[in-house]
């Protein structure tokens, strides 16, 4: 089920609806390179719900941006959610996740748990991006990086609500992104 956030307009005021999490969720963040998902993901979830490759990347080599340790970040990526999963614990995964093949191994591991998943879609226009990927600290992504996952993002948009997610978030603006609020539902009984 899709879910867009729709900002309406009232007297001045834009009013944004709370995206709903469950708290025994996997929640995918997707979005391209610089589309704010770390801070989108730091600003409204606990440090514990969250799995970053580039956090795993720098905890396997000492540097985030070390692509060559992705296929281990992943690797540990996996595990740890597996088992977040298993106990029932919200899970977040901050990784670009543009790629279909990516997004159905997630959603797989969040299937056989018995977990709902929810994808909150950070759509910044690519010049956006652009723009703040210029802003980072060396190394960061290059700009043909960033345009070949815009592009991957765009391509799935539309079929994000067939892949099993139970909700799709898609969050268009850096306004929408900013003035987001999640609100989590009561989880069922969890095994500690």
């Known amino acids: 089920m899709v879910f867009p956030p729709a900002a309406d307009i009232r007297g001045g005021r834009s009013v944004s609806p709370a995206l709903l999490v469950p708290a025994d969720a996997l929640v995918l963040l997707i979005g391209i390179a610089a589309s704010g998902k770390s801070t989108f993901a730091g600003r409204h979830f606990a440090p514990t719900e969250i799995l970053s490759s580039d956090a795993l990347r720098a905890m396997i080599t000492d540097d985030p941006s070390q692509q060559g340790a992705t296929d281990d970040a992943f690797d540990l990526l996996h595990r740890i959610l597996a088992m977040r999963l298993r106990r029932g614990r919200l899970t977040v995964v901050d990784a670009t996740n543009v790629e279909d093949w990516a997004r159905a191994e997630l959603i797989e591991v969040a299937r056989r748990h018995r977990r709902p998943t929810v994808a909150i879609v950070l759509d910044l226009p690519l010049a956006v991006a652009l723009e703040r990927n210029a802003t980072r600290a060396a ?37 929408e992104i900013d003035s987001a609020r999640i609100e989590r539902p009561l989880a069922p009984e969890r095994d500690s």
């Open 139 to 175: 190394p960061r992504p290059p700009p043909a990086a960033l345009r070949r996952q815009h592009r991957r993002l765009v391509d799935s948009i539309p079929g994000l609500g067939g892949e099993g997610f139970a909700t799709v978030h898609h969050l268009r603006s850096p306004e």
